[in-house]
């Protein structure tokens, strides 16, 4: 009898439980979500990129970033701005919350950058990575002149570009659609170099080389490559009619100087050439040219350099190639226009 009381006893006492329960749930009030405008919820906006500047653009995938304008804090504490990501180069629909944005677009198909100043429009860039270690000749050891002490950074991919200072997002009670159109900008250009006459010449040389002064990073908000220069890497190979040719992509080159334009900067760097070649026995030669007024003076954003000449170590048939091969050292040439 005394198991059957405890038994009943607890029955009573769960089902006065679940009838408390219910009523706290009853008095309780619906709560919405708390959205950051006070309220109003994501609309419907839609994201269209236009490539009349490069009609023939192909990239794999775009990404929108929105950094959000109308909330306080500083800028060390900014949220991340809403990234938004999109296959092909036509962009897509997205759920935004109504309010005052900038807005920053580029594709998003490279590995060859990482970014910088992500919370903040006017900070937010694209910075190349390194040169991987063991990739190319080791211009550093070389001391090659006028390298100082900029890194090596890869050659940027295809990249464009767009950013609007703002962008207001309104909403839209009727589920009307907005629309935000981005014009499409390339920021890279394609730097060549060229050596007319290579004196001494061979198949049998490995031609590598590096120029210095190349702007590492891109600020599509500001519009502007960043502060550091860097030093790019690249190969040469023979031209059909003679001679020796390489190309090279870029951001361009100084610091802080325009994307896209020709206008002067204020940080101006000097630009270096340095050509290596890698001889069948193994060894390296350099040779240095400054190249700076070639760069500076040329009227289009895809610059080509030219250098009359460089005499390469000559052969010698019994002992293969003469020993003294490090001529480059003291050996820069001012190449004008």
Not at 144 to 152: L, N, V, Y
Not at 271 to 286: F, I, N, R, T
Not at 293 to 300: D, G, L, P, T, V
Request: charged letters at 20%; aromatic letters at 10%.
């Amino acid at each position: 009898m005394r198991h059957c009381f405890y038994n009943q006893t607890f029955s009573v006492f769960l089902i006065g439980c679940i009838i408390l329960f219910g009523m706290i749930l009853g008095a309780c009030d619906h709560i919405d979500l708390d959205y950051p405008t006070g309220g109003a919820a994501p609309v419907k906006v839609k994201v269209a990129f236009h490539w009349d500047d490069d009609p023939d653009a192909s990239p794999d995938g775009m990404v929108v970033y929105f950094f959000r304008l109308d909330t306080k804090g500083s800028r060390a504490t900014k949220a991340a701005p809403a990234t938004f990501e999109f296959k092909g180069r036509d962009g897509g629909g997205l759920l935004l919350v109504p309010g005052r944005y900038a807005a920053i677009c580029h594709n998003n198909d490279s590995d060859r950058h990482g970014y910088v100043g992500y919370n903040e429009y006017s900070d937010f860039g694209l910075r190349l990575t390194n040169l991987r270690d063991g990739e190319g000749f080791n211009f550093r050891s070389a001391d090659a002149s006028g390298f100082g002490e900029e890194r090596f950074a890869t050659s940027p991919d295809a990249i464009w570009i767009s950013s609007m200072e703002t962008v207001e997002i309104r909403e839209a009670p009727g589920g009307e659609v907005q629309v935000v159109d981005f014009d499409m900008q390339s920021v890279i250009n394609t730097y060549t170099f060229i050596i007319h006459n290579p004196i001494n010449f061979s198949n049998s040389m490995s031609i590598k080389a590096a120029v210095s002064g190349m702007a590492g990073t891109i600020h599509p908000g500001l519009r502007l490559t960043g502060e550091e220069t860097v030093t790019h890497t690249f190969s040469m190979a023979p031209l059909a009619g003679g001679g020796l040719i390489g190309r090279l992509l870029t951001f361009g080159h100084c610091a802080r100087s325009p994307i896209g334009s020709r206008n002067g900067s204020i940080n101006v760097a000097d630009h270096h050439l340095v050509v290596s070649a890698v001889m069948p026995d193994g060894k390296s030669w350099y040779s240095a040219h400054n190249v700076t007024e070639q760069i500076h003076q040329s009227k289009i954003a895809d610059v080509v350099v030219e250098l009359d000449s460089v005499v390469f170590p000559k052969p010698v048939e019994e002992d293969g190639w003469l020993p003294t091969i490090v001529d480059w050292e003291g050996k820069t040439e001012f190449v004008g226009m």
